[in-house]
Nanobody
Framework: QVRLVESGGGLVQPGGSLRLSCATS????????MGWFRQAPGKEREFVAV???????????DYAESVKGRFLISRDNAKSTISLQMNSLKPEDTAVYYC?????????????????WGQGTQVTVSS
């Protein structure tokens, strides 16, 4: 059974930091694109960041403009985890954050490309 389980969400003040983790199991995702998406109440799910296999154990990373320079995606294939370090958080970052896995060859920005999803973790940025 394939599982993606997020952790690390919570309440943080504006300007603060959080680190989200996603533990995967049930199959090997080393060649998959691993991404983070988020969904705020009343809004569509939106792309946040992705790490795409580019061969020779290297990954291409891509970020939404709204988080570029503040968020950092990383993956540890030995531990079957991906992480999202979120710094300088803003109230508009408040959302449920999901990790997801897409087969090789996808762009990584479109949530329709993803086959596997976690259950989500709530991030609330508020004073």
């Amino acid at each position: 059974q394939v599982r993606l389980v997020e952790s690390g969400g919570g309440l943080v003040q504006p300007g603060g930091s959080l680190r989200l983790s996603c533990a995967t199991s049930g199959r090997t995702f080393s060649s998959y694109a691993m991404g983070w998406f988020r969904q705020a109440p009343g809004k569509e799910r939106e792309f946040v960041a992705v790490a795409i296999w580019s061969g020779a154990w290297t990954y291409y990373v891509d970020y939404a403009e709204s988080v570029k320079g503040r968020f950092l995606i990383s993956r540890d294939n030995a531990k079957s985890t991906i992480s999202l370090q979120m710094n300088s958080l803003k109230p508009e970052d408040t959302a449920v954050y999901y990790c997801a896995a897409a087969p090789p060859g996808r762009s990584g920005r479109d949530f329709h490309e993803y086959d596997y999803w976690g259950q989500g973790t709530q991030v609330t940025v508020s004073s």
